[in-house]
Nanobody, 111 residues
């Protein structure tokens, strides 16, 4: 059974940085893409970034050049490095692996 645990969220001031982690257990991590999604309060969940098994990446336009997705197959972990954070980045961030979601981690950008 696949299990996903996200971590690394928190409260940060505008312009700050955070690194989110997504640890996957119970599957061949290296064989599948990993996606980071976010859901602001009262809004739908949107794809933020995705990384394929061959390390190709794609980003939501509004986070391009500020966020970086990466993966460490030896640790069964995907990361989302977020820099130059803005209040509009505030959301619960979720990791998606094989269509399975974690519980999410809250990111709040506020002064």
């Amino acid at each position: 059974q696949v299990q996903i645990v996200e971590s690394g969220g928190g409260l940060v001031q505008p312009g700050g940085s955070l690194r989110l982690s997504c640890v996957v257990a119970g599957s061949r991590f290296s064989d599948y893409a990993v996606g980071w999604y976010r859901q602001p309060p009262g809004e739908e969940r949107d794809l933020v970034a995705i990384i394929t098994p061959n390390y190709s990446t794609k980003y939501l336009a509004s986070v391009q050049d500020r966020f970086t997705i990466s993966r460490d197959n030896a640790k069964n972990t995907a990361y989302l490095q977020m820099s130059s954070l803005k209040p509009e980045d505030t959301a619960v961030y979720y990791c998606d692996f094989q269509g399975i979601w974690g519980r999410g981690t809250q990111v709040t950008v506020s002064s």
